[in-house]
């Protein structure tokens, strides 16, 4: 066959899929698809995008023929290429000069030829295509889309005319149908969604019912009826919406908000008697003089705000149940301060809402709290009530709940009140029917709160919230039969075929309708079961999963589902009829339940982009059961294979998850043999002229040895693709996690994920020996290190981004083979990727200035830390430079025989770097630290703005100091520096474009925890 490079293995405009990537994490738009239903790893949107398109159009070097033939574009290659060669020139006499000196100048390589200017060129018209295309609000401007899948149509159409003598060139090679794509991992759907808008056939497939399901609503089941007017009574009625035109999904989103509302209606008869509203009276106002504004108003509830409670361990208060609060707080914004607070009379207590700042402004914010764990103190006596005796009253089933506060619905934003017995007791006059009895996996890894008694999914629920959710579930299969009655009013065939039997008639739009329902009440659960909080900062509802497990919420919120706030019933709805406002591709696409390990979907072969699990850092299944008890009660009869067990399948679940197998080896072994087994499906069923891209991310602070690099899910990862027979020909770094995901707050987690480029092993390639390969390593890294660094990869990643280069040398050879003739190892080749990659950037120390080399060396030994004069004084003639010279120049203090670094927030605010006679890279990058943490990333452009180039050497510095601080455990510091380096693109924009900061900014340390 013969085959093209593509884009992808070659090059791509990295910085402008990250900065949208990061943008659209920061801030979710209308419409967003991973709004729709909750999924753990999503990948943004850009990348995906990026990706398929790059993996499917041909790298411009494979047609520069085609190139050169254009008058035009020959002519302005020519002139490019006058200047080119004038700089090249430059810079290899310089090399020459050098060589002999002790200058480190490195060569230019070969002369650039008119060939690499076309291609140059042609690479950036297809990078504006992209960085247009990654755009979510380009989503439906068909322009920007039809740009894209006209350089897709191209090459493929380049590769059917290159291999028409292909012995089986009329299955794979169809000038008239692009291949179709598969993702046999699809989570949530980013990457089949995404292969979907650039016009591909689309075939999704997951293990996990929920994915599934997913997948189903969001891109199989609106090109059905896509274009088709809304069925509901309503909108049939509406002349203006009869003579609209329908695009996409748009009907079907008006059904979901017609049918939601009816829900809602229905529901507010059946069960508006446990949502009351509160009357404010003139006795509230006496006390609370705020609220004389709403006297005599009645005040919807948005949520009423719990907390947990035990019985006191002292056995002076023994019968009094004690809160277990983590913060008094209610609202902590600036000016409306409001906090609750316990008022002890009587041997018992009660909660009374104040406003304003508190007294006790640590006990407000700290509630009951001791110490981390569930370690409490008794609201009577004081006693600590240990995390222990906690759990052991859990597992009694003896933890309760107190009514902490009420939020209502004022003109101008939340109310607190107080709350009163007759609101306790309302809730307790709720008696649900019907709860989901599936218990918990015992996975202590992330399921935690079994351990104080919720041993089965409805525990996680109050009855209040369990009558809420059964009455909604049992609506959306009332919903379904009025919109079966509509559609065939509106004239949709009468065939009683259902959506699970390819029907498209009314039966069927009523499935798709209940289908979106019950999205809907997913996402009620997601914001209504006893583990969502109260954010005070926010005055609003956290979702119950904020971390990638089920952890116990102490004091939590209970949202109204007829109330306004992220848990109503019509708020839910609108994150699923606002997607299908945007969803309007019309390629067919196919949602599947399938293992991996033996897939086989419709006809192969296939474009893959795939995002598998990541070894045991998540455990979707267990996870997701939380969604399917819900979602099964309402869809049984509408998939009923799809939900024929009661729980979500896990035997096949590609997890290296200990509790399942046994122990961590059962664990790795069951990982590795699985991973092989889809990644072989994977080999086998791709379509020759397209490479293979695979997501893999893991985090570093799992790493298994000492310098943080190599660890079992990676190892194994990599065995399993290259056992699968693939060989690894690129890799990207793609920036795909939020800075203020919970779980990178604080700590060092990746914020990358890498994108690996595969492709057939090539079975004739060499063998090496270890000595060759570690020799082609030096060789190869030290430039890859380069064009990680260029593309702003965060310092926290670069060591697992490196794996791609040096796994790429790794796979070029059929074997490495050390001195006993033995083939070496991924974990051992892993290991002398890691050894380079330290040369490497110790290397690069030699670009820097003598004060930087001496500051790094010093820092590496004492850090900020004071140390000997003696010892400090000795290294600066070794470097070349002067302790007095560095106490002059501002980097560091010298007292009473002692030397040490000054800290970024000790160097002076008015510093200018245009007067400072003695201006170093470690200078540069700490005043940058100081100014990006008190004035933001504008004020750091700014600083950027006046140093111009020198700025970037910083960036290097920056590099280096995150590895130091890394592998010393310095992490306030490793954060600094990471943080500088993941605020560069912003930084550099503002700099070069002396803008205005987009309104969300990244903070130095990323957001706070939520
Ligand atoms: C990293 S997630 C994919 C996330 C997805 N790219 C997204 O953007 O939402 C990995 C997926 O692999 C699925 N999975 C695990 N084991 C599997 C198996 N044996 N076969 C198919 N899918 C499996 C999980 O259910 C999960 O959805």
Excluded at 151 to 162: F, G, T
Excluded at 406 to 422: D, F, K
Excluded at 860 to 880: H, P, R
Aim: some cysteine; glycine content about 6%.
């Amino acid at each position: 066959m013969k085959g093209n490079k593509k884009l992808i293995e070659v090059a791509l405009p990295l910085d402008a899929i990250n900065l949208e990537s990061l943008r659209r994490k920061q801030k979710a738009p209308k419409g967003w698809p991973t709004s729709f239903h909750k999924w753990w790893a999503q990948r943004p949107l850009a990348a995906a995008r990026a990706v398929i398109f790059a993996q499917l159009v041909d790298d411009p070097s494979s047609y520069v023929d085609v190139l050169r033939a254009d008058r035009l574009l020959h002519r302005k290659a020519e002139t490019a290429l006058k200047a080119r060669l004038k700089l090249w020139e430059e810079a290899s006499t310089l090399a020459k000069k050098a060589k002999g000196s002790n200058l480190a100048v490195s060569e230019p390589g070969l002369a650039p030829t008119l060939d690499d200017i076309l291609a140059d060129q042609e690479r950036q018209r297809l990078f504006r295509i992209i960085e247009n295309l990654v755009m979510w609000d380009n989503t439906n401007n068909e322009t920007v889309l039809q740009a894209a899948r006209n350089e897709i149509w191209q090459s493929w159409r380049r590769a059917c005319a290159e291999n028409a003598d292909h012995p089986r060139a009329k299955d794979l090679f169809d000038r008239h149908k692009l291949p179709s794509f598969c993702d046999p991992f699809a989570g949530s759907g980013s990457l089949p969604l995404s292969a979907q808008w650039l016009g591909l056939e689309t075939y999704a497939s997951d293990l996990n019912p929920v994915a599934v399901l997913i997948n189903k609503a969001m891109i199989e089941i609106p090109p059905k009826f896509a274009g088709k007017p809304p069925v509901n009574p309503a909108s049939r009625q509406d002349e203006s919406l009869i003579a609209r035109q329908w695009r996409g999904a748009q009907g079907l989103a008006e059904d979901v908000r017609y049918y939601s509302q009816w829900m809602r209606e229905e529901a507010e008869n059946r069960i508006g008697h446990l949502y009351p509203t509160t009357t404010v009276t003139a006795a509230m106002t006496r006390e609370r003089p705020d609220l004389k504004k709403y006297e005599g108003e009645k005040l919807t509830a948005i949520a009423w705000l719990w907390t947990r409670t035990v019985k006191s361990p002292n056995p002076a208060f023994a019968q009094v149940d004690v809160p277990l609060t983590t913060t008094f707080m209610l609202s902590t914004k600036a000016g409306k301060e409001v906090y609750v607070e316990p008022v002890i009379a009587n041997g018992d207590y009660h909660f009374e809402v104040r406003v304003g700042k508190p007294r006790d402004a640590k006990v407000a914010t700290t509630g009951t709290k001791l110490a981390r764990g569930a370690n409490f103190r008794c609201v009577m006596s004081g006693t600590p009530i240990a995390g222990d005796y906690v759990k052991a009253e859990g597992k009694a089933g003896r933890i309760g709940a107190r009514l902490m506060a009420l939020v209502g619905e004022g003109e101008r934003g939340r109310v607190y009140l107080s709350p009163t017995p007759e609101m306790e007791d309302i809730a307790l006059t709720a008696h649900p029917t019907w709860k989901p009895d599936t218990p918990l996996a015992p996975d202590l890894r992330a399921l935690w709160t079994p351990l104080y008694g919720l041993a089965t999914f409805g525990d996680h629920f109050t009855p209040r919230q369990l009558v809420g959710l059964t009455t909604f579930s049992d609506l959306v299969q009332e919903a379904r039969k009025r919109a079966e009655q509509d559609a065939i009013a509106a004239g949709l065939p009468s065939d009683g075929k259902s959506l699970a039997m390819a029907g498209t008639g009314a039966a069927a739009y009523a499935d798709a309708v209940c289908t979106y329902l019950a999205c809907v009440l997913d996402r009620m659960v997601y914001y209504g079961s006893s583990l969502t909080s109260w954010l005070p900062k926010d005055n609003a509802l956290r979702d119950c999963m904020p971390r990638q497990g089920l952890a116990m919420t102490w004091d939590f919120a209970e949202a109204n589902p007829l109330g306004k706030s992220s848990g109503d019933v019509l708020t839910c709805s609108k994150s699923i009829s606002n997607y299908l406002d945007v969803a309007t591709p019309f390629t067919r696409a196919v949602a599947s339940q399938q293992d991996a390990q033996s897939m086989l979907i419709g006809k192969a072969p296939y474009v893959f982009s795939t995002d598998p699990p990541y070894y045991d850092n998540i455990g979707y299944a267990d996870l997701s059961d939380f969604f399917y008890v819900w979602l099964r009660r309402s869809l049984k009869s509408v998939f009923p294979e799809l939900f024929a067990t009661l729980a979500v399948p896990k035997a096949e679940e590609l997890i290296a998850s200990p509790y399942r197998h046994g122990s961590k080896e059962g664990a790795q072994a069951f990982f590795l043999d699985g991973m092989t087994k889809a990644m072989s499906r994977l080999a086998e069923q791709a379509h020759p002229a397209f490479p293979v891209t695979i997501y893999y991310a893991f985090k570093q602070t799992e790493s298994d040895d000492t310098d943080g690099t190599t660890n079992t899910g990676w190892d194994t990862f990599l065995d399993a693709v290259i056992r699968a027979g693939f060989s690894i020909t690129g890799t990207w770094p793609m920036r795909t996690e939020g800075a203020g995901r919970m779980i990178a707050a604080g700590t060092n987690a990746l914020a990358s994920s890498i994108v690996l480029v595969c492709r057939p092993l090539n079975i004739d390639a060499p063998t090496a020996t270890r000595r060759e390969f570690v020799a082609t390593l030096k060789a190869e890294l030290p430039h890859a290190l380069a064009n990680l660094q260029r593309g702003n990869i965060a310092p926290v990643d670069l060591a697992q981004a490196a794996i791609g280069p040096g796994m790429a040398v790794y796979t070029r050879f059929s074997k490495v083979l050390d001195a006993e003739g033995n083939t070496l190892s991924v974990r051992e080749a892993l290991s002398l990727i890691n050894q380079t990659l330290d040369e490497a950037l110790a290397e690069q120390e030699g670009d820097f200035d003598a004060d930087s080399r001496w500051a790094l060396t010093w820092f590496e030994q004492s850090g900020f830390d004071e140390g000997e004069y003696g010892v400090a004084e000795q290294l600066s003639k070794s470097k070349n430079t002067s302790v007095a010279g560095m106490d002059l120049a501002g980097i560091l203090e010298s007292d009473h025989g002692k030397v040490r670094l000054l800290r970024p927030e000790e160097l002076p605010s008015d510093w200018d770097p245009v007067t400072d006679s003695r201006l170093s890279e470690w200078e540069i990058v700490h005043h940058l630290i100081r100014v990006l943490s008190s004035g933001g990333e504008s004020a750091a452009g700014a600083l950027v703005g006046k140093l111009g180039a020198k700025a970037e050497i910083a960036r290097e510095l920056a590099y280096r100091l995150y590895t130091l601080c890394e592998r010393k455990k310095r992490a306030p510091e490793a954060l600094a520096y990471n943080g500088l380096v993941q605020s560069w693109p912003e930084i550099v924009r503002l700099a070069r474009e002396g803008g205005q900061p987009r309104a969300e900014q990244v903070g130095l340390f990323g957001a706070t925890e939520e």
